[in-house]
């Protein structure tokens, strides 16, 4: 398993402002991945963060609102950008644990409100 | 296809009974179906998974069983209890792209004392 802590663990926020949550896994990893989870709905993935590379991003999401940073293989950042309240979520990293399963353990999120 | 559907969307359950949450999926490349669970204010922690070559896996008083054939599998928790409450959310991906997990909906438990 890997063992993955999140900075901050909640804010608020006003409009137009921006945001980095930071994320902190205590080995290294090759796959880093962000996601999204609006309040009582299921997780959306936002992008994959490699080391050494640019983050791949899904489809609905895009580089100049939520740019990612991945300086080496144990921390990523995720900036939100211009933020609206359509931005308040919780926002999970995740990790790609190698195995037999290439399992993927989750951070305990940053809840952001946005007013 | 990517999909992945998850019922009941909400789930009370006496303490000591049987809770099940079903999940359904139409990618038959998905090889590999993990269970999350996940308690307010935290991430979705990885419960169980299991690989469709085997029709059943058993951790504790937590079963997942699987059938290949109807693309569907369920989560059964065992004389739940009611630190078992809590939101589960079923998953699916394919080996070769862990990365790429697309989850269900997810479903609320509630186990009553």
């Known amino acids: 398993s890997a063992v993955i802590s999140q900075k901050p663990s909640r804010d608020i926020c006003q409009r137009g402002t921006s945001l980095t949550i930071q994320c902190q896994v205590d080995?290294?990893?090759?796959?880093m991945f962000w996601y999204r989870q609006q309040p009582g709905q299921s997780l959306t993935l936002i992008a994959t963060a490699n080391q050494g590379s640019e983050a791949t991003y899904e489809s609905g999401f895009v580089i100049d609102k939520f740019p990612i940073s991945r300086p080496n293989l144990t921390f990523s950042t995720l900036t939100v950008s211009n933020m609206s309240p359509e931005d308040s979520s919780i926002y999970l990293c995740?990790?790609?644990?190698?195995?037999?399963?290439?399992?993927?353990?989750f951070g305990p999120g940053t809840r952001l409100t946005v007013l | 296809q990517q999909q992945v559907k998850q019922s009941p969307q909400s789930l009370i359950v006496q303490k000591g009974g049987i809770s099940i949450i079903n999940c359904a999926y139409e990618?038959?490349?998905?090889?590999?179906f993990p269970w999350y669970q996940q308690f307010p204010g935290k991430g979705p922690a990885l419960l169980i998974a299991i690989r469709p070559d085997v029709s059943e896996k058993k951790e504790g008083r937590f079963t997942i069983s699987f059938n290949k054939s109807a693309k569907q599998f369920s989560l059964h928790i065992m004389d739940s209890q009611p630190g078992d409450s809590a939101t589960y959310f079923c998953?699916?991906?394919?080996?070769?792209?862990?990365?790429?997990?697309?989850f269900g909906s997810g479903t609320r438990l509630s186990i009553r004392p």
């Open positions: 995740s990790v790609e644990v190698r195995g037999p399963y290439n399992e993927q353990f």
């Open positions: 080995s290294q990893v090759t796959m």
């Open positions: 998953a699916a991906s394919t080996i070769s792209s862990a990365s790429k997990i697309i």
């Open positions: 990618n038959t490349a998905f090889d590999y």
